[in-house]
């Protein structure tokens, strides 16, 4: 299996608390930290919604040096312990990705090793984003079976809240409002207005598989 954790948290959120106030014609006296509350929830439900980055993070993405045993047979026969057979490139789960910071790997002692940056570049051009092998290079072998290898990147449209889409704020601007609207209550099913659903199925991802090395089978 591959895991991902988080190594460092966005600086800052996609809306302003002036922007929530102003979509929902308050006044200036109403609670904040409700709207901040609110803020939060939207921000947690669109990236799980959409399985992306809003702002600017740093991952920490494990692979197991073992590939997955729950990948469909005809993704071929599986070679292991080590992670370095017939893989060309990594694929990095969460979108839009930045830039990545380093890539390291564990032997069986727990030894931490850099993988030199001159192997491997970035295709961030595609989703999900994938680190290419350069031409002549392999990724090391000898390695530990659990999180075998650690690739740290950074994931998100950018520092700043203008970098995030439009619509993808619109859509948050409607759930912020569709909840403040709900608030306390608690009787039958709520649902969430269509229309936000529209504006972020563009930006959802779709995968097939959570294994992150690419076989050049079209996983996605």
Known sequence: MAGETLQTSATTDPLSY????????????????????LLKMSVDFVEKYTGRALINRTLNLFIDGIDEIDMPLWEGVK????????????????PPVQSV????????????????????????????????????????????????MKVVYVAGYG??????PEAIKMAMLQIIAFNYEHRGDFEGVIRPPAMMQGLLQPYRKLSFSNNPFGTGRGMY
């Not at 070679?79 to 969460?94: A, F, H």
Request: no cysteine; glycine share 4%.
């Open 18 to 37: 002036a922007e929530i106030r102003d979509y929902l014609r308050l006044d200036d006296g109403v609670d904040e930290q409700l709207l901040i509350t």
């Open 79 to 94: 070679i292991g312990p080590d992670i370095s057979l017939r893989k060309r490139y990594i694929e990095l789960p969460t």
């Open 101 to 148: 910071s380093s890539i390291t790997y564990f032997n069986d002692e727990d030894t931490e090793t850099t993988f030199a940056s001159s192997k491997y570049y970035l295709d961030n051009a595609r989703e999900p984003a994938r680190v290419y092998l350069r031409d002549g290079e392999a990724f090391p072998t000898g390695l530990r079976i659990a999180n075998a």
């Open 159 to 164: 520092a700043n809240r203008t970098d995030v």
